[in-house]
């Protein structure tokens, strides 16, 4: 089964964060598994200098795997595109949604949060009406 992917996309401070979070809440909820994809346009590094997993990545690993008693983690020491970071979560695991907050790709379906421009493929300008959003993202996981 394919995860149904949705984006979601508006200037800063529109809540989009906060939206995911709210649809991540109601669907984990109903037993649905959701993989989250954060897009930003800022250079962000999550791994810190000098600690093992960053010496790895500086000796020239493309791939560092930190794996502890709560959590595992996956550095990909590389820019990838969505589609390939879709790929690899669908190896990870089976998902029933991923969300992409700053979504831009034509071929992902998006949701519109605040008065922006819009993006090819936004099938819903967000307007509050949650039980809307959700039962529209519910139509698309059946679908599926």
Known sequence: MLPAIFGIYGNSNTGKTSLIIDIINKLSEEGLKIACIKISDKKI????????????ANAGSKLVVISSKNETD????????????IKQIRNIDNFDLILIEGARESFIPKIKIGNGENRE??????????????????????RR
């Open 45 to 56: 590094d999550i791994d810190t200098k000098g600690k093992d997993s960053w010496k790895y």
């Open 74 to 85: 996956l550095i990909i020491k590389q820019k990838e595109g969505i589609k390939k970071i």
């Open 121 to 142: 493929n936004t099938i819903l300008t967000y307007s509050g009406n949650f039980k809307q959003l959700i039962e529209i993202i519910k139509m698309e996981i059946k």
